[in-house]
């Protein structure tokens, strides 16, 4: 069973840093893309980056490029996401999702075509 397990979320005063870890079970990341997705209260979940499964296409939202940067180790089956300079709008439940298994490059989406998803990890941005 595909499994997607995030961590690395918690508070951070503005202007701060977290790195959040996605890693799968239950099958390799090798041929998938990965997404990480945010939902604030009130709010729809939106895309915020997501990378190809060669790790050679990336994708970002407006709002976190230049601060965001995700990155892939597929040697240890975890998709990173590296969040600087974060905002209280940026306080949110953080997902990551899984689009796969891909046979050929398929460039990777910030919308919800994804197939499997984790439990999330929030994200709290306050002074």
């Known amino acids: 069973q595909l499994q997607l397990v995030e961590s690395g979320g918690g508070l951070v005063q503005p202007g701060g840093s977290l790195r959040l870890s996605c890693a799968a079970s239950?099958?390799?990341?090798?041929?998938?893309?990965i997404g990480w997705f945010r939902q604030a209260p009130g709010k729809e979940r939106e895309g915020v980056s997501c990378i190809s499964s060669s790790g050679g296409s990336t994708n970002y939202a407006d709002s976190v490029k230049g601060r965001f940067t995700i990155s892939r180790d597929n040697a240890k089956n975890t998709v990173y996401l590296e969040m600087n300079s974060l905002q209280p709008e940026d306080t949110a439940v953080y997902y990551c999702?899984?689009?796969?298994?891909?046979?050929?490059?398929?460039?990777?989406?910030?919308?919800?075509?994804?197939?499997?998803w984790g439990q999330g990890t929030q994200v709290t941005v306050s002074s």
């Open positions: 999702a899984a689009e796969g298994p891909l046979l050929l490059f398929r460039a990777c989406v910030l919308t919800e075509k994804y197939d499997d």
């Open positions: 239950g099958f390799t990341l090798d041929y998938y893309n």
